[in-house]
């Protein structure tokens, strides 16, 4: 597909990849949507993986998880602990994850790229780079994303299949 071989994440010696063929039309709209969520997937999943480890790594958040005296400590990791949360708190994950999808993390301003949730709020020095530093830069919390999915999803595999990738010291 040689309509999208110049945009950011098609790279040497793989160039534009497309195996299934999604935007073999050439559609814009359709690339930038599936670029949209492809960065999405992949801070959220860089979040996932500094999770797992900070988890891994026996850190807890102090106090208790709920009125009756469960302890954060008290919750074990990975998949096990989705039948250890307690029912409210369970609820109130889901609430702020709904939150944070339709009010926060999405695009109100149209944005300087697709994905720019900074909604002409929020900078922290952006605008102070030059177009070169700013491709670069996309282009990396790109490459990160795709590699945190292939991470947590090894993680998550792992943990299933009984074998920890985690080293153990």
């Known amino acids: 597909m040689k309509a999208f071989e110049g945009e950011l994440g098609a ?9 299934l063929g999604l935007v073999a039309d050439g559609d ?6 599936l670029r ?30 709920d009125l009756s005296g469960t302890s954060f400590a008290d919750i074990p990791n990975g998949f096990a602990a989705l039948s250890k949360i307690p029912g409210p708190g369970t609820i109130q994950l889901v609430a702020l994850i709904g939150l944070l ?4 993390m999405k695009d109100i301003t ?5 994905g720019d949730f900074r909604n002409d709020y929020i900078d922290y020095g952006w605008d102070t780079f030059d177009e070169e530093t ?14 945190a999915m292939m991470g947590i999803l090894a993680l998550m595999v792992h943990e299933k299949m009984g074998v920890s990738l985690i080293p153990t010291i």
Request: hydrophobic share 35%; no cysteine.
């Open 11 to 19: 790279q040497p010696p793989i160039g534009f990849y497309d195996p």
């Open 134 to 147: 700013k491709l670069r830069k996309r282009g990396i919390e790109l490459n990160q994303g795709r590699a």
């Open 101 to 104: 999808e339709l009010g926060v």
């Open 28 to 33: 814009q709209e359709r690339f930038d949507r």
């Open 36 to 65: 949209y969520v492809e960065l999405k997937h992949g801070r959220v999943s860089m979040l996932a993986v500094v999770g797992y480890l900070v988890q891994e790594a026996g850190i807890r958040l102090p106090g208790n998880i």
């Open 110 to 114: 149209g944005g300087e790229f697709v």
